[in-house]
Nanobody, 118 residues
Framework: QVQLVESGGGLVQPGGSLRLSCAAS????????MGWYRQAPGKQRELVAF???????NYADSVKGRFTISRDNSKNTVYLQMNSLKPEDTAVYYC????????????WGQGTQVTVSS
């Protein structure tokens, strides 16, 4: 069974930084993509960034140049380095693992709260 456990969320002032981690119970190399999504109160869940098994990355326009997604296959962990945080980055951040085998299989973590406030 696939389990994803996020950590690293918290309260930070505007302009600050946080690093989120997502530890998987299985090899992350078995997934086509690993990603981070976020959901703010009253809003739909949105894609923040993803990284492919080959290492290619993709970011939402709102976080380009500020956030960096990376992976450590030896630790089965994906990271999201968040710099220059803004109040509008406040949300619950979810880790996602996606496997494409005839159909799309998505696995989710429980989420970690990020609050950007002075």
């Amino acid at each position: 069974q696939v389990q994803l456990v996020e950590s690293g969320g918290g309260l930070v002032q505007p302009g600050g930084s946080l690093r989120l981690s997502c530890a998987a119970s299985v090899s992350i190399s078995s997934f086509n993509t690993m990603g981070w999504y976020r959901q703010a109160p009253g809003k739909q869940r949105e894609l923040v960034a993803f990284i492919t098994s080959g290492g290619s990355t993709n970011y939402a326009d709102s976080v380009k140049g500020r956030f960096t997604i990376s992976r450590d296959n030896s630790k089965n962990t994906v990271y999201l380095q968040m710099n220059s945080l803004k109040p509008e980055d406040t949300a619950v951040y979810y880790c996602n693992a996606r496997r494409l085998v005839a159909s799309v299989y998505d696995y989710w973590g429980q989420g970690t709260q990020v609050t950007v406030s002075s």
